[in-house]
């Protein structure tokens, strides 16, 4: 997102477990987009753990099942802006609003946390992502009216 909008001046990444390569990784993308040197860290913890601002943007990529409920609640218990490509949508642990017999479980998950994050005063665009982009290509994007 820096890379998007430079008006940004620093980024958290977090990860309950960071990869052996996270650090490596991160080092290789400042030296071919030197402006992004030193303004992100990387953070290995819970989510839950992480403290959000209302003028915050939480990007969450492929959170899986219902860790993406759990990015949407700490955004909007932030009252911050949200852009969510969710995945691994699990009937165990997702909310399909009763809407599985209508459509496929994954729309089903989608949308019913559309229709919540819109009962909680949020103002919010779907989009499509390219499926050679990725499988998972829903895109939310949501923010506090």
Same mark, same amino acid.
């Given at each position: 997102?820096? =890379?998007? %909008?430079?008006?940004?001046?620093? $980024?958290? /990444?977090?990860?309950? +477990? &960071? ?20 303004r992100v860290t990387l953070s290995e913890q819970d989510i839950r753990a ?16 219902? =860790?993406? %409920?759990?990015?949407?609640?700490? $955004?909007? /218990?932030?009252?911050? +802006? &949200? ?23 994954p729309l089903a998950i989608d949308a019913t946390r559309v229709a919540r ?21 829903r895109l939310l994007l949501a923010m506090p009216r």
């Amino acid at each position: 997102m820096l =890379l998007l %909008d430079d008006r940004s001046p620093s $980024a958290l /990444g977090v990860d309950r +477990r &960071l990869p052996a390569s996270a650090h490596v990784l991160a080092d290789a993308i400042a030296s071919e987009w030197p402006r992004l040197a030193g303004r992100v860290t990387l953070s290995e913890q819970d989510i839950r753990a992480v403290a959000i601002a209302s003028a915050d943007l939480v990007v969450s990529s492929h959170p899986c099942g219902a =860790l993406s %409920d759990v990015v949407i609640d700490r $955004a909007v /218990g932030a009252s911050a +802006r &949200l852009a969510l490509l969710p995945c691994c949508h699990d009937h165990a642990t997702c909310d399909t609003g009763g809407l599985d017999a209508w459509m496929s479980l994954p729309l089903a998950i989608d949308a019913t946390r559309v229709a919540r994050l819109r009962a909680r005063n949020y103002s919010v665009h779907a989009q499509g992502i390219p499926s050679d982009i990725t499988p998972q290509n829903r895109l939310l994007l949501a923010m506090p009216r």
